[in-house]
């Protein structure tokens, strides 16, 4: 497919191989979750039956996309960026009177038995390539803030979709993009206003908000004392000072409780709750019956699948119980193990090692991303790049937090490797087309 | 756009980099770090199966098996596989109502959960294995699981044999958890005793189960799994036949029959009544049938042979005349002139024979068992003057009878064996605030006064005399199958205890000859059989007990010991028939037909009838019904105060569960089963006062 030697060359190798090992760890997982004594190995794979065969047909399928991408003039991507954005949005707005209702969420339309489709993760592709365009632009300078809020729209309008098609987890994704804005020369502050937001937000669940509030009074009270010369000089410090302070206490106080609340599900609070290890008491009957719901599709809570997928991937040890002999995940104690806890397979199996080998497997794919993206001449390659690069980012480190406790149990796979066809093609296409942009680095495209 | 951010590239690798070092971090605590996961891990994933094996094998002298193992059925469940059951059929084979059908699934769940297997109705009767076994694949999610049993091969020797039963939670904590909840062990007898011996090891099979606790297959292919190791057996000293003879002659009648064999001290035949079948406690029935004998005041589960205390009465005469003659007080030829009773002291104590010179000589007054004569001789041993005082007299004595075994636990290889009594000096010095002497328990000295023995103590006793001064401690296991130096449980049957053979022979023979005069032409004419030379003593105590707030005298009881041939004494017999008159009457023959059957292998046809009119005798005391009768009322009363709140009835009758029917949440609280095994102590037979006042109470 890609041997002829005229495409070939100016692809980057590495990126490429490394991606097609991730995709084979990824079958090999699935293969080690779901086989079970005495199947026809070689049959199965060949065959549509079993989650690996399958993921074996979307892998083949996605290497077709692929070359077809490859073979594809990359100013075709400048120009229909936004075409492809606009049709994202009408597929997500379509989503609303199709979507069906499986598994406690509302953004997948369903054709027919076989064949399911989630316009928000392809979406994620459409979006890169629209804020890449819109980043590429001549007259967009990010310390304008015209700029910041037509590209934080860009950005937050699929998200805002996602979570009114109860799909938390995605929507978070599109946050991401901010890190692609922030190297194009969104201020800094942005990143850590947001960062000290989620701060905010974890201590206000942590603390006794009277505790909290008298804790932001003391460091107010610092700051001011620190600073009392410069505020001698300039009186509008200690009015930012105070402001900030309010803001601060008005979110404890008010927005954190209203957006526990109102925003977001009684089941999505609780496993905010049980991943930073307290307990959530539901305020009404409602809200616990919306978490028995949730936990009976489940089949059990989230801080049940994550004590269980701790278990797994502590039990791997240093070098792990080897290739399916994990008692844990062979025998289904670690729910969804096949998508968004595939990583238990791999910690348990191979152990620290192997964790270890497989996480540099990604850190040198997304290390390498950033590299391909600084040798861009153009700025849209180089957005879309850093675009690519956060998202697997993003996808990455939240999918193995969740797996290892660190992060709350929101549902987003790991890419390449997770099983699900969807998921899979969205991410291969990412890359090819990422690869199809290096190949024509020194090109200028807007 | 101006590319002037380059330098953000690297805070963006910083971003990236200190994340994964952070995933790292954890991962390491989490897999190389702690070892807690791993654990748990195989927590879940492994479950350890524990393989029972086969309990041992118990013989007799002669090999032949008379306890070993048979197989029965469970019928279990796994409810999750129980789909579209004829359950009215199922119920129809139980004999069971649907709504029992129903609670026995819910405690099912409740006990293993829905995925495991747990006992739907267990130990099924043979005809009911039948019936289910031909109609089973009707019931998916039913099975029949094996399970080993004890099998009593003879159907005697329940007592010294033993049963198992369940772990309660007092034996699991003195084990220190090495049995679990649902183990068996033996509750009583040889079964208790033996325990270690018999149980074997217990096997581990590792088996991997899934999310749902469903069994996989064997985990690492059974690298850790150890075997189990079956039981071993034991060797008896004990004759299945001679116990079998003697059971029969002690049916319906309440007592005791101990044989043993002096050169070793291994027991023969060792015998309680009234006694039961040990296969009743085995199989379905065991719950009804415990039930019965629990509340049968007669107390067929008690061994009176190591467990029933008795004066010994007369029995005790051929060890007080040993004891006289070792400390020198008397000769063989001391002669008291005895008029039909002694009138040494204050108390008058009565002898059966009033004629001159039937205690002309310790022979003589022993083959008559002159009361006068040991009252005489037990003051002299007490008073003697070496011992200045009758209170190191008495100490020095009482030296003698522990020297006997009496007055302290022999150690016979039976749990719970009892001590009897040989009151201590500080015993009478509370009851006379110190002032006492040889007159105070003058009837000590005819095996009276507080002096209580068991039958296995009486026996023994024989066996020191038959052996002129030494024993072994009597026991029933001669050996231990592939006994190795680890097992202990056996030293202490092999130690010869040899205290009295400091005794000189002449005084054993003289005593000897006594006894053989007693078989000859005194008291026990009736045990005599031809061509053997029995030495023997027979003894009749005095009984009260107290009845409806009045103490009343019954029947005495019936006492014999013995030991035979004189010239190479091969057993020692005691027997004791409870209410049964004199010794000679009911004790005599019995043993006498024992010794006969082992010595000569046969009974002589004459005899026969006479074993049949023994056998088909019912000497079970008459008071007994009427203390049953009290006992019952005394347990239908306290149900009928329970039964006395209404809405304690209409609980009782639906069988009664904290959740309304329908739910099949929340445990269900069988009250009925309560009630049916009450752990309440009020009912256990109740004093007569309480009885009283209960029925004043109302």
């Known amino acids: ?446 | 756009m101006p590319a002037f951010n380059q330098s953000r590239q690297n805070i963006i690798r910083l971003i990236f980099g200190i994340t994964f070092l952070i995933i790292v971090a954890r991962l390491f605590i989490l897999q190389v770090a702690s070892d807690k996961y791993r654990l748990q891990a195989l927590d879940n994933a492994v479950y350890r199966k524990v393989v029972y094996p086969d309990r041992g094998i118990i013989f007799d002298r002669n090999q032949k098996a008379i306890l070993n193992n048979t197989i029965i059925y469970d019928l279990t469940v796994t409810p999750y596989e129980v789909r579209k059951v004829d359950t009215a059929f199922l119920c129809g084979i139980l004999s069971i109502d649907t709504a029992e059908f129903r609670n026995r699934m819910i405690s099912a769940i409740i006990k293993n959960g829905r995925y495991r297997p747990s006992v739907f109705e267990g130990l099924l009767s043979i005809e009911l294995q039948a019936k289910l076994e031909e109609n089973i694949w009707r019931f998916p999610g039913f099975t029949l699981i094996e399970r080993p049993i004890r099998n009593y091969i003879y159907n005697a020797g329940a007592h010294l044999l033993g049963d198992i039963g369940e772990v309660d939670t007092g034996i699991i904590r003195r084990s220190n958890y090495f049995y679990q909840m649902g183990d068996f062990v033996g509750r009583s007898g040889l079964e208790q005793y033996y325990e270690s011996v018999l149980m074997g090891k217990r096997g581990i099979q590792n088996l991997i189960k899934d999310n749902r606790n469903r069994l996989q297959g064997s985990w690492e292919d059974g690298k850790y799994d150890t075997a189990a190791v079956t039981g071993r057996n034991l060797y008896t000293y004990l004759d299945i036949e001679l116990q079998q003879l003697a059971e029969k002659l002690m049916a319906n009648k309440v007592g005791s029959v101990v044989a043993i064999e002096p050169q070793t001290g291994g027991i023969l035949t060792m015998v309680s009544g009234p006694s039961f079948d040990p296969n009743d406690l085995t199989g379905s029935a065991r719950r009804q049938k415990y039930a019965d004998l629990v509340l049968d005041v007669s107390g067929p589960l008690m061994n009176r042979a190591t467990r029933g205390l008795y004066e010994p009465g007369s029995t005790f005469k051929p060890l007080g005349g040993l004891v006289a003659l070792d400390l020198g007080v008397i000769t063989a030829n001391y002669g008291v002139g005895c008029g039909g009773a002694y009138y040494g002291c204050a108390k008058v104590v009565r002898c059966e024979h009033s004629n001159p010179g039937h205690a002309a000589n310790l022979r003589l007054a022993l083959a008559n068992s002159c009361n006068s004569y040991f009252c005489q001789i037990y003051r002299m041993s007490v008073d003697n003057s070496k011992d200045k005082g009758v209170k190191k007299g008495y100490t020095h004595w009482k030296d003698y009878m522990n020297a006997f075994g009496w007055g302290q636990k022999l150690g016979v290889d039976l749990p719970n064996e009892l001590s009897g009594n040989i009151p201590d000096t500080t015993e009478y010095n509370k009851d006379y605030r110190g002032s006492w002497n040889s007159c105070t328990n003058l009837t000590l000295g005819i095996g009276q006064d507080k002096m209580q023995v068991t039958p296995v103590q009486l026996a023994n006793a024989m066996c020191i005399i038959a052996n002129k001064g030494y024993y072994y401690t009597p026991h029933f296991v001669e050996r231990i199958e592939n006994e190795t130096a680890k097992d202990t449980i056996l030293n202490g049957f092999r130690d010869k205890h040899t205290a009295l053979t400091h005794i000189a022979d002449a005084d054993y023979e003289v005593i000897h000859a006594g006894m053989q005069d007693v078989v000859e032409h005194g008291t026990a004419r009736s045990a005599k059989i031809p061509g053997i030379n029995i030495c023997a003593k027979t003894g009749t105590s005095e009984k009260y007990t107290i009845l409806d707030g009045k103490r009343i005298k019954l029947p005495n009881n019936s006492m014999f010991v013995c030991f035979a041939p004189r010239e190479d004494p091969k057993i020692a017999i005691a027997v004791v028939v409870e209410n049964a008159g004199f010794g000679s009457t009911w004790a005599a023959p019995i043993a006498s037909i024992l010794i006969e059957k082992y010595l000569t292998d046969s009974i002589r046809v004459e005899r026969q009838k006479d074993v049949e009119r023994i056998a088909s005798t019912n000497l079970m005391p008459t008071y007994l019904k009427r203390k049953q009768f009290i006992a019952d009322s005394t347990r239908a009363y306290f149900y009928f105060n329970l039964r006395k709140d209404s809405s304690y009835i209409r609980k009782y009758l639906r069988g009664y569960s904290a959740v309304p029917a329908g739910k099949g949440k929340g445990l269900p609280i069988l009250v009925k089963e309560k009630v049916m095994n009450p752990t309440n102590k009020n009912d256990e037979y109740q004093p007569e006062d309480e009885i009283s006042k209960n029925l004043a109470a109302r």
């Open chain 1, 1 to 446: 497919m890609i041997t002829n030697s005229n495409t070939r060359r100016g692809i980057d190798g590495l990126l490429l191989w490394l991606y097609i090992l991730l995709c084979i760890t990824g079958i090999i997982s699935i293969f080690a979750t779901t086989y079970s004594e005495g199947d026809d190995i070689l049959n199965n794979f060949l065959s549509f039956r079993t989650d690996y065969g399958k993921q074996l047909i979307f892998f083949v399928f996605s290497l077709l996309i692929g070359t077809v991408i490859i073979l594809t003039d990359s100013k075709f991507f400048t120009a229909t960026a936004n075409l492809w954005y606009t049709v994202g949005i009408i597929l997500l707005l379509l989503v609303f009177p199709f979507h069906s209702n499986i598994k406690g969420t509302e953004s997948i339309i369903k054709f027919g038995n076989a064949f399911q489709l989630q316009p928000i993760q392809l979406c994620i592709v459409f979006t890169n390539l629209a804020l890449a365009k819109y980043v590429a632009r001549i007259d967009t300078d990010f310390t304008k803030t015209r700029s910041q809020l037509i590209a934080a729209t860009i950005v937050v309008g699929p998200a805002l979709l996602a979570i009114l098609q109860k799909e938390t987890g995605l929507a978070l994704v599109y946050f991401s993009f901010f890190l692609v804005m922030f190297r194009e020369g969104l201020p800094a502050v942005v990143l850590v206003v947001g960062f000290s937001f989620a701060i905010l937000v974890v201590a206000t669940l942590l603390l006794d908000p009277n505790l909290l509030a008298l804790i932001l009074t003391g460091i107010a009270l610092l700051t001011v004392y620190f600073l009392r010369r410069q505020i001698k000089r300039h009186k509008p410090i200690l009015m930012w000072i105070i402001v900030i302070w309010g803001a601060c206490v008005g979110i404890q106080r008010f927005a954190v409780p209203f957006i526990f609340d109102h925003v977001l599900k009684p089941y999505q609070v609780k496993r905010i709750y049980d991943t930073i290890g307290k307990d959530y008491i539901p305020k009404d009957a409602a809200a616990l019956e919306d978490i028995e719901r949730n936990s009976a599709q489940k089949k059990d809570d989230g801080n049940y699948n994550v004590r269980q997928s701790k278990i797994a991937i502590g039990s791997g040890g240093v070098l792990g119980k080897g290739l399916l002999k994990g008692t844990q995940t062979r025998y289904a104690f670690v729910p969804e193990q096949r998508t968004d806890f595939i990583f238990c397979t791999i910690g348990e199996g191979f152990g620290f090692v192997g964790s270890m080998i497989f996480l540099s497997f990604y850190v040198i794919f997304l290390f390498r991303i950033i590299a391909i993206a600084e040798r861009q001449r153009s700025t849209f390659s180089r957005c879309y790049a850093y675009g690519v690069a956060s998202v697997l980012f993003f996808h990455i480190a939240i999918n193995i937090c969740m797996t290892i406790g660190l992060a709350p149990v929101i549902g987003i796979p790991l890419p390449f490797v997770s099983y699900g066809g969807l998921s899979l093609i969205t991410f291969s296409a990412m890359v090819f087309i990422l690869l199809r942009l290096d190949k024509d680095r020194q090109m200028v495209l807007r």
